[in-house]
């Protein structure tokens, strides 16, 4: 037994009291309207995930241990599996595509957390299921938890290149959130984080691999079991978050790891998520695609305008202006992973098309003649102004002719990023494209209703069950 008393004043013990004292009063109408939006984009993008190989693959693994089988499957009627399994597969779903999405500092937060919240949600008995409010909140936690341990590192600004961020936050955000929602005291909510931390993790060397959404899934559902774990007991280290010199903590994945304490909340609580917005993606890639693809769109249109049509003939280089981020610049792509996470690809596909979409990287889409013509003339550069850091990069395409004139299109916040983010009408088209795929309309409709009017949902088990 640990003999240190978990209201000392160390940052585990501010996170685990944040976790166990926060109010459903504390979240403002912004925080609400954000997470929500949040909430069903992640839904939207899990159901179209549904439809993928990756995760397919994952399901009849899953199957193989069904028992306890109470929690609902993405885009599988009737179909249920036990609920740290139902999580693990939903996490995959979400980020099966790349289609979920990125805040910043850099991870993908909602997939992470939503998940692990939908199983425990129907994993309770009805004695004792949180209301949507309630689901609401431990979703905010999760949420808060994530954004503040990356901000305690420089380092998490960045794109990432050694671990995938939501690998480790993500895990630290399913737990906070679960131990919220399961009503966790406070010394299991320490517990829960400080268990979290031995699940975390993933290298970035499986990017643009089918094993990079079982990062989201890992994540969600390790996050899940350790608030389960710290329910039933299990203790951990008690000061996982502390900068503890010669033992490290949660501080072995960032060098330059600088922790602060987590304020109790009194009156109000300013969570994150109300200054630093998200940023929802209007195709299935990696964020950094967003870019070149509007830069790329942009510079087709002057060619069209210059010469009437578009024409590849006309072009005698393409010349690609981007941060240095090894595992998005990729000139040949072979997979649908690898196009997602290739500038060179999504450029020369919003050049060809005038646009990137979810049929892009199909296997046919990906291997045309046409397609390998243009980006045989990729040439790169990295401007040192243009850093890897999704607040501060940009995108540029510059299309050398033939006959010597360059015509050049720029992207610095492209539609969907937090500095322009999506309209509504935006997102609702977004979620209904995806949701479409496994569901009919009036499901789609209903489920939009649900989430738009969470805090009213009296069983947000509901939301779990439509699904």
């Known amino acids: 037994m640990w003999s240190y008393s978990f209201y000392d004043p160390t940052v585990t013990s501010s996170f685990a009291s944040f976790i166990h004292g926060v109010r459903p009063e504390h979240l403002s109408e912004v925080v609400r309207h954000r997470s929500k939006r949040m909430i069903l984009d992640s839904i939207g993008v899990g159901l179209v995930g549904s439809t993928t190989r990756v995760f397919n693959i994952a399901l009849r693994y899953c199957q193989l241990y069904a028992s306890n089988a109470v929690s609902t499957v993405y885009g599988r009627k009737g179909l249920k599996l036990s609920p740290t399994l139902a999580a693990f597969t939903n996490g995959i779903a979400a980020h099966s595509m790349d289609f979920d999405d990125t805040w910043h500092p850099a991870t993908h937060p909602s997939g992470a957390i939503l998940p692990a919240l939908l199983a425990a949600s129907q994993m309770l008995p009805p004695s004792s299921k949180p209301n949507g409010l309630d689901f609401l909140l431990a979703f905010n936690v999760g949420i808060e938890v994530q954004g503040r341990l990356m901000r ?134 990696h964020l950094g695609m967003h870019w070149i693809v509007d830069a790329a769109a942009s510079a087709r249109n002057l060619l069209v305008n210059y010469s009437g049509s578009f024409s590849p003939s006309l072009i005698r280089a393409i010349l690609l202006r981007i941060p240095v981020s090894k ?32 049929n892009s990287f199909s296997d046919g889409c990906i291997r045309r003649r046409e397609l390998m013509e243009l980006l045989a003339k990729v040439l790169v550069e990295h401007p040192e102004d243009n850093l890897a850091n999704f607040d501060k990069m940009y995108g540029e395409v510059a299309l050398v002719l033939e006959n010597g004139d360059v015509l050049t299109g720029r992207c610095d916040t492209f539609y969907g990023h937090w500095r322009k983010p999506l309209s509504r009408e935006s997102l609702l088209k977004k979620f209904r494209s995806n949701a479409s795929h496994v569901l009919p309309e009036d499901k789609v409709n209903s489920i939009i209703t649900t989430v738009e009017n969470l805090e009213n949902l009296p069983d947000s088990s509901q939301l779990a069950s439509s699904l």
Not at 331 to 351: D, G, K
């Open 327 to 358: 595992y998005i610049n990729r000139p040949f792509p072979e997979s649908e992973h690898q196009a997602r996470h290739s500038f060179q690809f999504n450029a020369c596909t919003a050049l060809l098309d005038g646009e990137v979409g979810l």
């Open 152 to 285: 305690f590192s420089t380092e998490a600004h960045n794109i990432p290149n050694r671990f995938h961020p939501p690998s480790v936050v993500g895990t630290m955000g399913s737990a906070a959130a679960t131990a919220k929602l399961l009503s966790l005291n406070v010394a299991q909510c320490a517990h829960a984080l400080a268990i979290a931390a031995s699940l975390a993790g993933a290298p970035m060397a499986n990017a643009a691999t089918q094993a990079k959404p079982l990062h989201i899934g890992n994540a969600t559902r390790l996050g899940l079991e350790a608030a389960l774990l710290a329910a039933r007991e299990m203790e951990a280290n008690p000061l996982i978050l502390d900068d503890i010199r010669g033992c490290s903590g949660f501080s072995a994945f960032y060098g330059d790891y600088q922790p602060k304490p987590l304020p109790l909340p009194a009156n109000s609580h300013e969570f994150l998520l109300e200054k630093q917005d998200v940023a929802f993606k209007r195709f299935p890639a």
